[in-house]
Each structure stands twice: as structure tokens, then as C-alpha cells.
């Protein structure tokens, strides 16, 4: 019976039958049941719907193409940015399984991991989704990689991946770019070129100059400068104690920092700060890919036992104890460690770009993505080195945990989310009945996509502009304000008491998530 599964699970139409069955699942489980939280993502999705080419400044020229496109597929905004998310998690699973199951040569293991990781809470609800695009990128690039091919076609690959990455979400990539480049066209003249790399480095020098054109230049000016004092704030915060609002950090950084008027500035302002803000984003770091795991691992059982997960770990450890042959699993693990490594040079290049960015910059949520292709494969080995005992305990133990596992995932469904969300509160203004559009004073500018059709946004500056006044001058309907609105403390101290100086009326719906909206009292029929 053993030998029939594993040959029927080896049979090519079987795994594409599984393969496509997750994702069919995965739609299922997860298409439109998320909420959208204020993030990048708006912003991006702004940009892309309002796509002018070539761009007038350096930006993330893929993902707005690849959200530009998705539109075209949707009714609506908010019917845009859920397809896009189902479309990269999609693509993230399926690129995920192929480079594992080149790297590891296990079918299993590679299906394993990247089911896991696709139900996960850490990649449902991972905002802002950009990201996403580089690790599908760096995992295409891990997977066309081969010992096999002359060192001109991985260099080749790996200026692809890199020019890639810059141009869809990270421009920090660029750096690497030059070292790349050369180092395929050193490989290039090393040996006589064949016609087809010669056309192949032609087509990647060109595609540098369109991208050029089109993108918006190469790099962004003073880029890493300005995500970088964002991003040190939040450690110094947690370090001192202190809170800044967003222009404060701008105003403060270079009393507390340095001077710094260029990117190269970061690295030599400072040293001893840069390597205190760089080892406590390495700690985050580690936390990070520990948190994927139990969100990838362990959270598949509290879908089962609830608060009594802890006892299962424990007796799941005691099982592992019996089944797992280590004598022969630390020998395959130290032959795999010892086996030569021709990839090795070229993984390192891709590496080394993300960790770097991660390690520069904060590793919130979505930079542990960068890095997770180069952890999966790793984990990938491990798995693959485990020997079991030869016995029925061991084979009736593990398929009682894989069975557990995958139970697990769809014991989850359905999604986990709080309401009223965001995206109750975007419906929720679809759906007021007017004849006209109202006039909304709102700062959110993103988030309005999703609701724009019944209203008519009139901006204002929260750190210039009084809301008081423009409620004065403007003949404003409905008052709109969200959690971004509140870093100003002109804004917080609206929020507080001085919107009864208006005279219109809460709506106290979505407090709880940070969006208050006041309207005038002969409106307040339309918004019950």
C-alpha cells in the first residue's frame, strides 16, 4: 500500500491535481474575508490606477503595472486590491513549491512548506503586499539557477532578479546592480561568446535603458534617507521611551543622529548608532522568522486544540522523540553540510542585497519576506536529513501528524477578522443613499478610492489648515478622519472636544477602528 501512494503522489498529473486544488481552497478560504488596512498599499494603488508613463519620478514601476492590470479584471477599487492580493499569495505559493522542490528534490517536503506558509496568518494578513512581488522575483531567480549552466547564463539570471527587484518595489537593489552587470560581462569576454549570450547581454543592457526611461530614472534621490529616519525612529522610540510624530522625526533626526544630507551619510554619520540600529533590527530580525514558523507550524494546531495546544506540542515532542532515527539523521545532515556547493557564490549574491536592506532598515513584517526563500530552503534540508525508524509506530505517528496539520489549516476557516473593519466601513459608505455626491472633508486620500463614488473629497493639510475653518468655508456634509490624522496634535485635539464646536453629529460606528465621521444633523437619516 506504501508503495502504491508513493508512486501514485510521483505521478506528475497527481502533484498538478494537488497543486491546483490548494489554490482552488486557498480562493475559497480566504478571497475577500480580509480586512484592508490603511498601509502602502493604498498609496500604490493610487498610483497605479492614475498610471502616467513613463513615471515622473523614480517608483515601483512593477507593482503598479501589476495593479494597473489587475483592474482591468475588477469591478471596483476594493475588487482591485483583493484580486491583487490573491494573485501575488498565489503566485508566492506556487513559486515557493518550485524552488523547494528543486532544492530539496522532495515533492512532500516542497508541498508541505509552502501549503503552510500559504494558509498562515502571517501571509493572509501581511500588509503592505508590495513585497511580495521581490520574493516571487528572488525565487524565480533561486529557481532557474543551475550548477549546470556556463557562469555567464547564472550571472545573467542574477542581473535579471537584481534589476528586477529594483524596479518593482526596493530600489536599494540598485546597488548591486553594477557589481552584477560586470560580472556578467566578465564572463562574457572570459571565454569566446556565443551568439545567444551576446543577444541575451544585449537584451538586459537594453531593458536597463527602457526600464530607465520608464521608471522614472534609476534611484530615487535622497530615498534611503528618508525611509531610513522612519525606520530608525522606531527603534529610538522603543530605546528612549519618547514619541515623535511624523514631522518631528524629520526636524529631530539630525540632532540626534548627525548631519545627514545624502544617502552615503547614513553609513558614516553615525557609526556607532548604525550599529546599535543594525543589531537590534538583526534581534527583530531572528524574532521575525520565528514568528513566520509558529504562524506557519504551530498556529495550524490551535485551529484544532485551542488553549490546549501547549499539551499536544509537548506530546507531538515525545512522539518525534520515538520516530526520528537521529544517529542517521545527524549523518545525512553533516554529508548534505560537507557536499560542495557550486550555487553557493550566486545564492550569495541575491542574498546579500536582502539582508543588508533588512539590516539597514526596520525588519517590519514584509522585509522578513525578502529573506524567507533563503530560510524555507534551509529548513527544506533539515527536513530532508531526518531519517525515521524503520517501524510502524513511525509511520502511523507521521501520518497522524501530517493528517493533524493539514486539518488544521482549514480547522481555521473561516478568516479571523474583527468587524466593523475597514472594509465594513468602505461598504458601509457605498452604500448611503444620496441623489448627489456629498462633500467629504478627509485627508485620507487612499483610502477614498474604495468609497469615492457617493462623495466628493475636499482635502486640507492636518499640520496647516484648521478642520474648523474649512468647515466654515467649504460647505462640508461629512466630516472624515483616520488613524493617520491623528500623528498631528491639532487633529487629536479635534478628535477629542473640539468637534462639538461644529455642531454635527457622530457617527460612532468605526471608533474602534480609528475612523470617526461627523455629519451634519439633516443628514444623519442617510448614515442609519
Known sequence: ??????????????????????????????????????????????????LNLPLKNFGNLGYYLFLFIVSKFAHNPLGTIFLGYFILSALAFVSLFFVLKKYTQSFFIAFFISTCFLFSDFQLLLVPKLTYLNFIIICLSLFFLDSK??????????????????????????????PVVLLTLFSHFKLRPKLAQTVSLSGLLFSIIVLYWLGGGLYPAGYLKEIFIQHFFDNYEVWTGKHFDLADEFSQFNAIYGKVETDFQI?????????????????????????????????????????????????????????????????????????????????VWLLLPCLLLVLVIFPREHFVLLLLPFVFISLGHLLKSISLRQNLFSKIGMAVLLSAVFVGLFMKYPVKANHPNNVDFYNYL???????????????????????????????????EAILDKVKTENIDLISIYRLDLEVPATRAFVDSLHTQTGYLPIKNFEAQKRYLWVKPELISKFQ
Not at 549552466?149 to 546597488?175: D, H, M
Not at 490551535?302 to 512522539?319: A, C, D, M, N
Open 267 to 347: 553609513f558614516t554619520a553615525n557609526p556607532g548608532l548604525l550599529l546599535k540600529h543594525s543589531l537590534y533590527n538583526f534581534k527583530n530580525l531572528i524574532l521575525g522568522i520565528l514568528k513566520v514558523f509558529k504562524s506557519t507550524f504551530y498556529d495550524v494546531f490551535v485551529g484544532i486544540f485551542s488553549s490546549r495546544t501547549k499539551y499536544f506540542i509537548v506530546l507531538l515532542v515525545l512522539i518525534l522523540g520515538l520516530i526520528i532515527d537521529f544517529k542517521n539523521s545527524i549523518k545525512t545532515l553533516k554529508t548534505n553540510l560537507s557536499l560542495p556547493k557550486p550555487l553557493l557564490k550566486f545564492i
Open 1 to 50: 500500500m506504501l508503495e502504491f501512494l508513493k508512486a501514485f503522489f510521483a505521478k506528475k498529473s497527481t502533484q498538478i491535481v494537488l497543486v491546483a486544488s490548494v489554490l482552488v481552497a486557498y480562493y475559497f478560504y480566504s478571497f475577500g474575508k480580509t480586512d484592508i488596512v490603511s498601509s502602502e498599499d493604498d498609496v500604490h494603488l493610487f498610483s497605479a490606477l492614475n
Open 430 to 464: 457605498n452604500n448611503v443613499k444620496v441623489e448627489k455626491p456629498l462633500k467629504m472633508l478627509s485627508n485620507d486620500n487612499f483610502g477614498y478610492l474604495y468609497f469615492g463614488k457617493n462623495f466628493e473629497r475636499v482635502g486640507w493639510n492636518p499640520s496647516i
Open 149 to 178: 549552466k556556463y557562469t555567464f547564463q547564472n550571472y545573467f539570471i542574477l542581473s535579471v532578479g537584481v534589476l528586477a527587484n529594483a524596479y518593482v518595489a526596493r530600489p536599494e537593489f540598485v546597488w548591486f546592480l553594477a
